[in-house]
């Protein structure tokens, strides 16, 4: 018998400890067993139900669709019925500029248009822009030619580097700025292109201009389905359909690994328990999935190779996520505009400004605070009707970037009422909601700096020196919910395959 230990409870552990118990149900000779330090599986994948019929996402909200692996697996789980696709007839997103919301041109595939009208008619940029726009197609032969050189195939650049090439400054830091600051939390001129536009960057290598390229592509019916997709019931029905499936013996809850070291041909995986008690002896696993945020693998992997540590994403965003849910009669004198939500580009902080410390509140302090970080506002009632009642309006803020860190030590009625007085200056003031809530998320999104992608080859070739370990998570090629799910399924399939091989 073949035993596997998974060490981290996220959506990407979870996933690998239900792909080894559908392979252990049909016989094949493994046991595992999944440590997770917190008392619930999921990570930041949690979703509240108010009684009032409010589907309140903590976490991600959807995922991408036109990625299979997510959808795949809520059909497996018997979630099918339960499968929504975004109301992209509503689906217009803004840019907050002051206290105005100018809306971004209709069709936009992140920065890249697909209707031409609504880029020359947009207020939110000026006609040098709308001018790099209608050159961009002309330049597609150059374009190609600078992907295809060989001086540049294996190299990589920044997010901001790649927009600038194909659309200039403008478009970089009024659009590709603040979308890449509500996804990741991060700065779009340390990001790498090649790790966080792949599709984009593969349409520059094949057509030279993404916006032909991006034509083509809907011309070939590629990109015809509603961009997002959720679930009725929430999100945490994935992890609750897969954890029901899992054997509660597998399941070690509350139990945070501290090493993991080389055992003869296996390993020994030692953990503690979070409430405390005494320090069992280490378990003997013949291979090890690691499913962990990148700080705590390089930890783990500090004693076996450090170099692992160094080639892990160092940095990563955190993230503060506060809803607001308002019953049909408070929504009646609520002003929201019609489309998905809001994005808010980040500035320099202005010399001297106060931010909010450990001791507390200075004059203002928390509200600059809340100012710098937020990032984006979703209209969830507009984007998926079924997560508010009818009539309903349930808002989401998102806080991220530099500024977070100095909000994370504060109460949930301090989040709330910050949230609800930033939403206000661009929405109108909001009444007192009828629910609400808040998350936080300490670096819970790694960055994928420049060079990632060279950083993951060298990682995989210093991997598979260990035998039989896998890392799996949203530290190395993806951080989607779709991404996620197949790592591990992928992960967890291929390391029994090869110990039962042996």
Request: hydrophobic fraction near 45%.
């Amino acid at each position: 018998m073949k035993r596997i230990a998974i060490v981290g409870g996220g959506i990407a552990g979870v996933s690998a400890a239900y792909e080894l118990a559908l392979r252990q149900r049909a016989g094949e000779p493994i046991e595992f067993v999944l440590f997770e330090a917190a008392s619930r599986l999921g990570g930041i994948v949690e979703t509240v139900r108010s009684d009032d019929d409010f589907v309140i996402e903590c976490g991600p909200d959807s995922w991408v669709t036109e990625k299979p692996w997510a959808r795949d697996l809520a059909i497996e789980l018997g979630l099918e019925s339960e499968l929504v696709l975004s109301n992209d007839s509503r689906r217009k997103t803004y840019v907050a500029e002051g206290h105005t919301l100018i809306a971004m041109p209709e069709g936009m595939r992140m920065m890249v248009p697909t209707q031409w009208a609504s880029v020359l008619n947009s207020p939110l940029i000026s006609w040098q822009a709308k001018l790099a726009y209608l050159r961009e197609p002309k330049f597609a032969g150059q374009l190609k030619a600078w992907a295809l050189d060989g001086s540049n195939s294996a190299g990589d650049e920044s997010m901001h580097d790649f927009v600038v090439r194909h659309f200039g400054d403008e478009v970089a830091d009024t659009i590709a700025a603040p979308l890449m600051a509500g996804v990741f939390g991060g700065d779009i001129a340390t990001l790498s292109a090649r790790a966080v536009l792949p599709a984009l960057v593969a349409l520059e290598r094949e057509h030279g201009s993404l916006i032909l390229g991006l034509q083509q592509r809907m011309g070939a019916g590629k990109s015809s389905a509603p961009i997002f997709t959720s679930l009725k019931s929430g999100l945490e029905a994935l992890i609750t359909g897969m954890e029901s499936r899992i054997p509660e013996r597998s399941l070690q809850r509350g139990f945070a690994v501290e090493s993991i070291e080389r055992s003869g041909g296996g390993w020994q995986v030692h953990a503690t328990s979070v409430a405390g008690g005494p320090h069992p002896a280490g378990e003997s696993f013949d291979g090890v999935l690691v499913a962990t945020p990148a700080a705590t693998a390089a930890k783990l992997f500090e004693p076996l190779d450090s170099r692992i540590g160094e080639l892990l994403p160092q940095q990563s965003s955190s993230a503060i996520v506060v809803a607001l849910g308002f019953a049909a009669d408070q929504a009646q004198a609520m002003r929201i505009p019609r489309g998905f939500g809001f994005l808010v580009p980040q500035r320099n902080p202005p010399a001297g400004e106060v931010l909010l410390g450990e001791e507390g509140f200075g004059d203002e302090a928390g509200d600059v605070a809340a100012r710098r970080a937020l990032l984006a506002c979703t209209f969830l009632d507009q984007k998926f009707p079924h997560a508010a009642p009818e009539g309903a309006v349930l808002l989401r803020a998102f806080f991220g970037g530099p500024a977070v860190p100095s909000l994370l030590q504060q109460d949930d009625a301090t989040l709330i009422y910050l949230a609800r007085a930033e939403l206000g200056r661009f929405l109108g003031k909001l009444p007192e909601p009828s629910i609400a809530l808040a998350r936080r998320w300490p670096n819970s999104l790694p960055l994928y700096a420049v060079g990632h992608m060279e950083r993951m080859a060298e990682l995989d070739v210093r991997v598979a020196r260990l035998p039989n370990l896998r890392l799996i998570g949203n530290a190395y090629r993806g951080v989607g919910l779709p991404d996620l799910v197949h790592s591990g399924r992928t992960a967890a399939r291929e390391l029994a395959a090869s110990l039962v091989a042996a």
